[in-house]
């Protein structure tokens, strides 16, 4: 995302905890920078990251945070940011990392309209697919939504393949059947023949971060106080799935997990 955002001719600053980036700090990536931009692990690294860099920004920047985080907690970040005079924007993705390679990301954005449209510029370099789909926090909550529906239903296409396995059926063929089919999703297409199939299971997406989502999902669901009895039941099984798995482990090795269960 960075390289392109380069590549478009944005003047660019940016920094790590990994040590990569061209600057020292947080704090002098964002120094007199228009936009400062957070891609991070969750919210707590967001709140920290950000009110380091918040006094260094210019006049008139405006922070875009593309991680996944709780919308409540992004609204509470948003508060603190406006008494300085520093709006937010939350921006988080999808599409993997091709789409972020390929610059065609689907980028949900929630914020004040007029924030927004002032950093489209900036987003349209990263993705060719963007939605402002309401005030700040809703871009994280529907990310939060969109990848619970993305955790469901990579459990249910691996109990699926698991069970045509068991019966006898060909794995390639069931997947080439299933999209064609109304069973068609993101783990029939990509997951299973790209992950699953070759062994790898490195998509690049770690079994913790998609729990985390599905845990965020979760609790807004419940601050709503709306029943959500299967999103329960999903959490559940990730949470087992990352108990068991090993520190680090890829989301598509949820396919271990479960394989495991039917062994005991």
């Known amino acids: 995302m960075a390289a392109n955002l380069e590549k478009a001719g944005f003047a660019l600053r940016s920094y790590d905890l990994n040590g990569s980036g061209n600057c020292k700090s947080g704090a002098e990536a964002a120094e007199g920078a228009d936009v400062l931009v957070t891609m991070l692990p969750d919210g707590k690294a967001v709140r920290k990251a950000v009110l380091a860099a918040a006094a260094k920004l210019k006049k008139g920047a405006i922070v875009v945070d593309m991680s996944s985080c709780d919308p409540l907690d992004t609204r509470e970040l948003a508060m603190k940011l406006s008494e300085r005079g520093i709006p937010l924007v939350d921006a988080p993705v999808s599409g993997a990392k091709t789409g972020a390679r390929d610059a065609r990301l689907c980028i949900m954005a929630g914020g004040d309209k007029r924030s927004f449209d002032e950093v489209r510029p900036l987003l349209e370099k990263l993705g060719d697919k963007i939605f402002h789909v309401g005030p700040v ?128």
């Open 137 to 264: 926090g809703a871009g994280h909550a529907i990310k939060a939504l969109n990848n619970y529906i993305g955790a469901s239903g990579t459990i249910a296409a691996f109990e699926a393949l698991l069970i045509g396995r068991a019966f006898g059926l060909d794995a390639a063929l069931m997947v080439e059947v299933f999209n064609a089919s109304t069973g068609c999703n993101s783990t029939t297409q990509r997951k299973i023949p790209q992950q699953v199939l070759t062994k790898q299971f490195a998509s690049g997406f770690s079994a913790a971060l998609m729990t985390k989502d599905v845990g965020i999902a979760a609790r807004l669901a419940h601050s709503k106080r709306v029943p959500a009895k299967y999103l329960g039941t999903t959490l559940k099984i990730w949470k087992a799935a990352l108990a068991n798995l090993p520190k680090g482990a890829d989301h598509t090795e949820m396919y271990k997990y479960l394989e495991s269960t039917r062994r005991t």
